[in-house]
C-alpha cells in the first residue's frame, strides 16, 4: 500500500523484489480513479515485467466514494 504522490522514490524495486523472492501466483492492483493511483499501478505492472516471471495479474479500480468502478 502507498501512495506516489506523497510517498518517496519508486515502488518498481521494491515490487520487483518481493516478486522474484516469493512464490507470488497472482498479483491484483488495486488503485483509486485518481491520476496519481496510476504511478502505483504502473510500478506494479514494471515489477511484474522486470522480475522474469510470468503472473497473471488484474486492476482493480475503485471510485473516491469506495465502490467498485472497474474490474480488469
Given at each position: 500500500m502507498g501512495c506516489p504522490k506523497l510517498d518517496e522514490g519508486d515502488y518498481t524495486?521494491?515490487?520487483t523484489k518481493i516478486i522474484q523472492?516469493?512464490?507470488?501466483?497472482?498479483?491484483?492492483?488495486?488503485?483509486?480513479?485518481?491520476?496519481?493511483c496510476g504511478g502505483l499501478q504502473r510500478a506494479a505492472q514494471n515489477a511484474l515485467k522486470a522480475s522474469g516471471k510470468f503472473i497473471p495479474w488484474q486492476v482493480v479500480t475503485i471510485s473516491t466514494e469506495g465502490s467498485i468502478l472497474e474490474n480488469a
Open positions: 524495486e521494491k515490487l523472492n516469493n512464490d507470488i501466483r497472482s498479483v491484483t492492483i488495486v488503485r483509486m480513479e485518481v491520476p496519481c
